[in-house]
């Protein structure tokens, strides 16, 4: 359902196209099933939107984290980017970088709330050019294969989690650790048997301390995974270069990354193997893809990520993974737990695979009006 909504005039101007007015929406839907991992458990999704209008073209946005990641709530969010977009009222910007420099000088933080700003200003630009946005940025519209998350809980919880993803033609499983490494194990060593083909990773969301990681570690290095996703308390640096000598297991990290800065720290310090980039860390698409051109630059993989998103969510970071050629993984799934969908297009899922919907902009047709009160 709509929680709160407001409506802003505007008269901003990017490039050549006015900004009217805007509309922000807070929404809260209730999820398929729990989301549960080492931080704590998401029951709905509670997501603001953010539509800029412009004559006829209206440019979507979206922010949505949960607060031990990010920091925000989503009253906050809300309010910050009602904030923001009454202090842009009646400027020009020549183009993005001014527009998200200015942004980013508005407010200290705060990077899911400029994250549905950045997104809306990227898809409305990108309709009035009549392209769709992973062409703007550069990129070719293709289908990417996205894991799928398997939330803590029991091994019988798991295993049925795996067999209903193994029906969705997964391609890449996600399993959640990081409470209780005795049941980790458990349950990695149970999934890794019944996965076939199938590769895997573990995410412990910072949830271990360093002896714990290193357990878990060699079993998922042992068990064959990809990598293992931040394995302890995101500033550890010098714990995780530990890490990395003991296990064999390359390490990625999450929310360790939100700015370039925090990937050449990674990089200075040796902690990391890959990174995963994700837009409401890093504050929306511009300064997502600066920081994987930071680690592209140093020869690093990367990942971009989601959290409990909607199809326009989703579909700007897949517009962004297909943008950027050291992206070799996509964590894309947020969107399937969603109860009622607040956009429809954007990105159609099949056999393990996003597949972008053709148009303009992100290519998304809105549902607000019909989930009023859901």
């Known amino acids: 359902m709509i929680v709160s909504e407001k409506n802003i005039g505007t008269n901003m101007k990017i490039g050549d196209v006015i900004v009217q007015s805007a509309k922000v929406c807070l929404l809260r839907i209730p999820l398929t099933h729990p989301f549960v ?24 946005g979206e922010g949505s984290t949960i607060a031990q990641i990010t920091g925000e709530t989503p009253y906050a969010i809300f309010d910050t980017v009602c904030y923001i977009i009454e202090s842009l009222k009646n400027r020009a910007y020549g183009g993005f970088e001014d527009l998200i420099s200015d942004i980013g000088r508005s407010i200290y933080a705060n990077s899911t709330a400029k994250n549905a700003i950045d997104i809306a200003a990227h898809d409305l630009i990108a309709k009035s050019w009549n392209l769709h946005l992973t062409s703007m940025l550069g990129g070719t519209l293709k289908e990417l294969p996205t894991s799928f998350t398997i939330s803590l809980g029991s091994v019988e919880e798991s295993i049925s989690a795996l067999d209903s993803y193994k029906g969705m033609k997964a391609r890449i499983i996600k399993v959640k650790v990081g409470n209780d490494p005795d049941l980790d ?61 003991q296990t064999g297991i ?34 929306g698409i511009r300064n997502s893809m600066k920081a994987l051109a930071v680690a592209q630059a140093y020869g690093m993989d990367a990942m971009v990520g989601c959290m409990t998103e909607s199809k326009l969510g989703i579909a700007t970071s897949l517009a962004v993974s297909s943008s950027m050629s050291n992206v070799k993984y996509t964590d894309l799934d947020g969107f399937h737990s969603i109860a009622a969908q607040p956009f429809e297009g954007g990105v159609e899922y099949e056999n393990g695979l996003n597949r972008p919907v053709a148009g303009t902009g992100l290519a998304c047709i809105s549902r607000l009006p019909e989930i009023k009160n859901v």
């Open 250 to 283: 390359p390490i990625m990290l999450d929310e360790s990354i939100s700015t370039p800065h925090d990937v050449v720290e990674s990089i200075v310090r040796e902690s990391a193997d890959l990174i995963n980039v994700k837009l409401v860390k890093s504050g």
């Open 185 to 245: 194990i458990r349950r990695i060593k149970a999934i890794s048997e019944r996965l076939g083909e199938i590769p895997f990773f573990a995410d412990a969301n910072q949830g271990y301390n360093l002896q714990n990681a290193i357990r878990v570690g060699k079993v998922l290095n042992d068990a064959g995974a990809l990598f293992f996703e931040q394995p302890m308390e995101k500033h550890s640096h010098d714990q995780l270069r530990f890490l990395r000598t």
């Open 37 to 60: 991992i080492s931080l704590g458990t998401q029951y709905s999704y509670e997501g603001v939107i953010l539509e800029l209008h412009a004559g006829d073209i209206t440019g979507y």
